[in-house]
């Protein structure tokens, strides 16, 4: 932290990024920068960014009509993630990346390509989906026990599962899983923006050539559906297809193996969920609250006129990245924030974002951490990890928290 003397509190610079030093608590620093301001003065490595804090400014940045996520709108955070500025040729091949990427579009553009997807992400459609999802998570558990009396249950289960569901539904081969899966890896943990950047680059040729073929032969299948009407032209829905490969799966797959060790290490709400199923919904936010793993990622905004938020003046070109595990564990809506309590009143989270850009897969997300959490308890009561925490593996410099590897055994 830089305290420069004279200045205001609320001006007080503070470094940015903080990594994780917890399992399951965001950065120890959120806490003093909540208590401190709702929107406080941060430093990333080029530049200085304002960090919002707080659950309700939280939501008025990400809701806020007058607020953009391009990260082409001037005075964007993006490019302040690195200490120097992206070469020309960085700047060339990320336009040529942006094509389809509608997480980082304004309304109206955003409008279009997200209207297009809605339906396949409807509650309705997602109901249809269940049972194929029952079905895989009872083959891999079947695998799982098949293969003896322990496995790593991120590469058993917690990765193939989302893996599975969402080359399914878009109709890409599962058989490519270690291409999309390792190509994924390099783009959230990978130091090099080099190297970041040539991972996007061959997993968006790999949809190329799917796109490709669903304009020749169309399939049973999302790309096969969307592909034929041609409302979008052949780059943007290699964009569209590499958004949603990348955020079906890699987030959950997150989310299950950290949800399990969470579960594990709360055995009395464990034994609760197993007497009363009813209370799986309920658990799954309050595991998505209490995880936050996707934080800050995507959540930078920059304002596009003035504004109000939490007292405080801004003015167009004002860069803001939202911290989204301390806007849910801030105490003014979650009483006794930092306590995992599967009976909580967790919905009103951020954990899936808000406003025009908040999850389309949000339903999807939900169904497979609810089946599969609970099909997983259900058929192997005896499930335990017998490692301690402190020699677990996980995902600290990641943009999106998770572990790499859970030991379990039954
Ligand atoms: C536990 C799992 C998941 C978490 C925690 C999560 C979290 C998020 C968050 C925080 C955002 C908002 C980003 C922003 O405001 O810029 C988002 C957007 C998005 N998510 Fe998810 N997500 C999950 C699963 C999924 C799944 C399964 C899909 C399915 C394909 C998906 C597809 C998307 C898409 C397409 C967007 C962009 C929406 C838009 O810009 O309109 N996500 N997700």
Not at 145 to 171: K, R, Y
Request: proline residues 8%; charged residues 25%; contains cysteine.
């Amino acid at each position: 932290m830089t305290v420069v003397p004279g200045q205001a509190a609320d001006q007080l610079e503070h470094d940015f990024p903080v990594q994780r030093t917890c399992p399951f608590a965001p950065p120890a620093e959120y806490e003093k920068l909540r208590d401190e301001a709702p929107v406080v003065r941060g430093k990333l490595p080029g530049g200085e960014v304002w960090l919002v804090t707080r659950w309700a400014e939280a939501r008025q940045v990400l809701g806020g009509a007058t607020i953009s996520t391009a990260p082409t709108t001037p005075g964007s955070p993006v490019p302040l993630m690195s200490a120097e500025p992206p070469t020309p040729e960085i700047l060339d091949e990320q336009a040529r990346q942006s094509h389809g990427l509608f997480i980082d579009m304004d309304p109206p553009q955003h409008t279009r390509y997200r209207r297009l997807l809605i339906p396949e992400f409807s509650y309705r459609r997602i109901k249809e989906m269940r049972p194929g999802v029952q079905a895989t998570v009872d083959r891999l558990i079947d695998d799982m026990l098949a293969q003896g009396t322990e496995a790593d249950l991120v590469e058993a289960f917690g990765l193939p599962l989302p893996s599975l569901v969402i080359c399914q539904l878009l109709g890409v081969p599962y058989s490519e899983r270690e291409f999309f899966q390792s190509r994924t890896r390099r783009m959230v943990t990978s130091p090099d923006e080099a190297d970041r950047i040539a991972a996007i680059g061959e997993l968006r040729e790999f949809l190329s050539g799917l796109v490709a073929e669903a304009e020749q032969a169309p399939g049973d299948d999302l790309l096969g559906r969307l592909v034929p009407a041609r409302a979008v032209p052949h780059e943007d829905m290699v964009g569209m297809m590499f958004l949603l490969l990348v955020a079906g799966h890699e987030t959950t797959a997150n989310m299950i193996p950290l949800s399990v060790l969470t579960l594990l290490r709360h055995p009395d709400q464990l034994r609760r969920l197993l007497d009363d199923p009813g209370l799986w919904q309920g658990a799954v936010e309050e595991l998505l609250r209490f995880h936050s793993i996707v934080d800050w990622a995507g959540f930078d905004r920059t304002a596009t006129q003035d504004i109000e938020i939490g007292g405080r003046r801004f003015g167009a070109g004002d860069g803001f990245l939202v911290l989204g595990a301390s806007a849910n564990r801030d105490e003014r809506v979650f009483p006794d924030p930092d306590r995992f309590d599967i009976q909580r009143e967790a919905r009103p989270h951020v954990a899936f974002g808000y406003g025009v850009h908040q999850c389309l897969g949000q339903n999807l997300a939900r169904a497979e951490m609810e089946i599969a959490l609970r099909t997983l308890f259900e058929r192997i009561p005896t499930l335990r990890v017998d490692t301690p925490d402190e020699e677990l593996s996980f995902k600290y410099e990641a943009t999106i928290f998770g572990m790499n590897a859970l030991p379990v055994s039954w």
